[in-house]
């Protein structure tokens, strides 16, 4: 048990070492930026938008359709189960000198549901839009990974809770995409 403990303690210190080192190298030309793009994931609202307009043409129905499920199973696997239980503090409640440029309402970070959701969605339609798209596809990837990214930058996660949530949604992602491989296979929707 003292081996675990020893080990949590040291992921907690690379994580606040991670984070103070980050608010360093924050600008004031970057500070806005982020904020702004961090807020287009509250209550993932950029990815159902995306989402939403793909379900508008037949070539990517089948990408917003099934991105749309991942999300749900996403909120409902981090905000529902994994936050409260965990119940991990918010990251300025813990780490002395770091100060959030947002606040957040919900006071458990772990895992990142703005993460869980831009890797849900971005999983999803690297997976279901036509291969004619693979620029759209790398776009929606670097989106997901900057709303990760802008999640440590505003201060309101560590890093292991923004890994856990690529994690979970990716995971949601793949559990959707193989439900619909074993249940309609890969025909259009």
């Known amino acids: 048990m003292g081996g675990r403990k020893n080990l949590i303690g040291i992921l907690q210190n690379l994580d606040s070492a991670i984070?103070?080192?980050?608010?360093?190298?924050?600008s004031s030309t970057l500070d806005p930026l982020m904020q702004a793009y961090t807020s287009l994931g509250n209550a993932g609202m950029v990815w159902i938008v995306l989402s939403a307009g793909m379900l508008c043409f037949k070539p990517t129905r089948?990408?917003?359709v099934l991105a749309l499920v991942a999300m749900l199973l996403g909120l409902v696997c981090t905000n529902l189960i994994l936050k409260p239980?965990?119940?991990r503090d918010r990251p300025w409640l813990d780490v002395a000198g770091l100060i959030p440029l947002i606040e957040e309402p919900d006071p458990?970070?772990?895992p990142s549901g703005h993460t869980c959701a831009a890797f849900a969605t971005a999983m999803i339609f690297w997976r279901a839009l036509p291969e004619t798209w693979i620029g759209t596809k790398a776009l929606v990837?670097?989106?997901a990974f900057l709303m990760g990214l802008s999640r440590l930058y505003v201060g309101v996660h560590y890093p292991s809770d923004v890994l856990a949530g690529a994690l979970v949604g990716?995971?949601?992602a793949?559990?959707?995409w193989r439900i619909y491989l074993l249940r309609w296979g890969p025909v259009s929707v």
Do not use: D, P, Y
């Open 141 to 143: 990837m670097c989106m």
């Open 174 to 176: 793949w559990t959707v």
């Open 85 to 87: 239980l965990v119940a």
């Open 62 to 64: 089948k990408a917003g």
């Open 19 to 26: 984070l103070l080192a980050i608010q360093e190298v924050r």
């Open 170 to 172: 990716s995971s949601c």
């Open 108 to 110: 458990h970070s772990f």
